[in-house]
Every structure is written in C-alpha cells, then in structure tokens.
C-alpha cells in the first residue's frame, strides 16, 4: 500500500519512466533472509533506491530519456548498479532525467518534464527539479526513495540536489566506473549518489566506488572507509573562499547563505581564507565545446541498427535509414549538442574551437591545483538562482547553460565536489552550498559537508 501511494505520488511528479517493485522487493527479502541468519546485511541491504535511466539495468528498458533508445532492455548490468546490488540494494524504477543527461531542468526528456515537490510560496507554478538528475532529486526530495543515483558531466549531481534541498556528491573522475552508462562526454561522465544526508552519500558512494578493469579511466585506488571516518570537526583546516565566483547576477539569498557557511565552517574549527580561480569565467564557454565535441562522437552509435529505435522509410537506404531514425529519435537539445560538436571538430574550426577549449581545460585545473597549495576544500555556492518554473527558459538556452556556472570548473578538473541544503531563500526555494576537494579527497569534502549540512 505505501508502495503504491508513493508511486501514486511518484507519477504526479513524473520522476519515475519505469517501477520495478519486484527488485526492490526482493532485495527486502533477501535482507530479512540475512538478518534472521544472523548475517551481514551488506552496507546497503535491502535499501530501496532510485536508478537514473542512464545506468544499463539488465532485463530493465534503458532509455537515456530519449526515444532512440525507447525499448532498448540491455542484455548487461553497468558495474555501478551492480556493485549496489551485491551491497544488498534494491531498485525502485528507472529514474527520469534531461535526454542524454543533457539539460538542468528536466524538462528536455521524450518523458516529459519533472517536477519539484517544491513550490514558490504562494504560487502554484511547477518548478524545475535541476537537471539532469531531476528525476533522482524530485524523488528523493519528495521521500519517494531514500537514495537515488546521479551522474554529474557539468554540474547534474550538484545542481538538481541544490534545487530540491538534497545532498549529492560527484566523486573525482574515474572513482565511479562508467561502464554501462550511457556516455555523455566521457572525459567529464562521473557517477555519484544523492540522498537525504552526508551520511547516506558516504555509505553509498563507498558501495558505487572502486576499480574496474572495463573502464580504462577508472581509478585503481582502493575505496575508504568514508562513513567510519566522517568528522565534522575542521580544526586545523582551511577553506577557501574563491574571489572569482562574487559575480553579478547572483541573488542576494545566494550571497547570504555563503555567508552563513563561512561562519558555520568556522564554527567547525576551520580557517576561512580567500584564494583565486582566475580562470573561472571561461571554464563554461570551454565546457559548452568539450562536452558536446565528446557527445557528437559518443553519440555516433545511434544509427537505428543496433539500439531501439528504427526509422526505415518506404524504399529507403541505409544514409536514409541513419537520417531518419537520429531525426525522429533525438530532441532538440541533443540535436543542437551534436550540431555544435560536429562543428567545433570539423577540419576549419578544431584549433579555433576545441584545442582552444582544451587549453582552457587545463588553466582551470592549473587555478584549482594553486588554489590548493594554500587551502585544503573550497566553498562555493551550487548555482547562481534558485530553482525556476517549468517553462521559463525553455527560450533561453544560454541562461539555461548559466547554471552551471559554479558546477563546471570542478568537473573540468575532475575533482570532487559536492552539494549540501545550505537555507531557504525568501520565496521559501530550497539552496545549496558547494564544497569542492582536492583530487581524492572525497573525505574532506564529505566532512566539510557535514559542517554545513
Ligand atoms: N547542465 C549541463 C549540460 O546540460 C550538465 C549536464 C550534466 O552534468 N549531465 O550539459
């Protein structure tokens, strides 16, 4: 009955595109079967959780909320769900997002948009869960799932969780293994979790992560213990507080609540000291060419031979077959991200484009590197506004692409970062802080996190 009526609700906010009870059932089942044993539960046993629709699920459709893949059941588990399901977990459904995990509102899935269980005071408008993850932070926000997983490119873990009063962590790039995810832009793709607390990220994160041979970026690093470890105790540590990220436009609120997560912090025994990301305002334009340049190749694959759909026109050949089925199977925002990374890796235009990106790429990662000879985590706000209404940048893609201004730097530069409920601005909208690491240093993010949340 609980079931049903969160899946009632559940539909109302369209977080799910398919339910799988049985899974989740089952793994409450084997639970108890352990438990009456007198058994280790796993770290994650019998916890019913959310699965973003970019993860391969065998035996379960795998979408990437497009209609390309509408149908595809993957003959194969991607090692991130699976290490969740060896921990004891089990799935509640297949979580909707922005197509192709491109978008920051959930409103460019084939599935139709998401909805934030949360509302403007006093209005009734249906506002955006952030994206691309806003299926998982719509349905962990809303206690549908106590968990879900995220995957953060430019900013999709960080900002749907700001949005929706959520926590969300991106480790650093190759902790998560990406094989059986449906690839974006591959030097960014980082899987994470969202949940209601710093504690449950570091107990999932510690069952998403480890080495794996299928994926040749992955980090041949042994995971810690990071729950056991977690201290909210700072002395002796130093945040920064990057100059470059005061910038206009950014609401009062925001500015406010960076504040008070200074004083927290200090609070917690930390030193509050500025440094500088000089390179900030180009991390992303840079961004915008790198990661569509990736997808226009990854993105190659779907040719209406080998995955879901097929459009194959009376008399057609295989150019028509090709054109036909990319035409009806991708929307328009990865049709406008694959038009762009085509063109920014043509013959004419790669060194005024992407080799261009690519050095700016490194600049920012140089800045953070600086920055961390003199502070040991950064803090930063998530995004620069609060969640808006469904609807109201759908115009406007460049202020849709703003905001993940504050998200991009960190996943350039492959570093963890992550995003805590920080307050409430006055249109009662929830907002989060960012707290970005060094390179494996998910500890100190995590305990900084702990501080603040
Ligand atoms: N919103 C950004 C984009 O549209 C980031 C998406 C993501 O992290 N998957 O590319």
Redesign the pocket.
Known sequence: EAFNAAVASASELNAFIVTTPDHALAAADAADAKRAKGEDLGKMGGVPIGMKDLFSTKGVQTTAASHILEGFTPQYESTVSQKLWDAGAGMLGKLNL?QF????SNETSFFGNVNSPWKKDGTNAAMSPG???GGSSSAVSARIAPAATG???????R?PAAFTGICGIKPTYGRCSRWGVVA??SS??QAGPMARSVEDCAIMLEAMAGFDGKDATSLDMDVPNWETALDADLTGKKIGIPREYRMDGTDQAILDSWEQGKAMLRDAGAEIVDVSLPHTKYALPA??II?PAEASSNLARYDGVRYGLRDLPEGAGLQDMYAATRAAGFGD?VKR?VLIGTYVLSAGFYDAYYTQAQKIRTLVAQDFEKAFAECDAILAPTTPTASFPLGSLNDDPLT??L??VF??PA?LAGLPAMSVPAAVNPDGLPLGLQIVGKPFDEQGVLNAGLAIQ
């Open positions: 922005d995990a491109m978008g920051s994206g691309s993850s995957t953060d490119t430019g900013g999709s873990i900002q974006f832009a960014l793709d961004y915008y990661a925002e991200r849709m692409y905001n993940d998200a991009v996943s």
